[in-house]
């Protein structure tokens, strides 16, 4: 049985919880991150896996995987415009 590919957009406290789901996943591999924070990068380095900093890069990618899209929530944008 082939794993199911997933991207996660959004890498926050939610998707980093979805993205250490899905790498203990036996069917299924994490196949790409999307977030436009160096923050994001540098975490997809550690953990690594491919990453890009937009959905449009990312949608250039011609490879088959189901992708989860994670907005920060509105706690996350308070924080950031404090």
């Known amino acids: ?3 199911v590919r997933i991207a996660v957009a959004g890498c926050g406290l939610i998707g980093r919880e979805h993205i ?3 790498i203990a996943s036996e069917r299924a591999v994490l196949a790409a991150t999307v977030d436009p924070t160096a923050e994001a990068a540098n975490y ?3 953990i690594g896996s491919v ?3 937009d959905l449009d890069a990312y949608s250039r990618l011609r490879s088959p995987m189901l992708s989860f899209l994670l907005p920060p929530t509105i706690c996350t944008q308070r924080k950031r415009l404090s």
Do not use: D, K
């Open 1 to 3: 049985m082939s794993q």
């Open 20 to 22: 250490s789901r899905i």
């Open 44 to 46: 997809a380095t550690e």
């Open 51 to 53: 990453h890009f900093s």
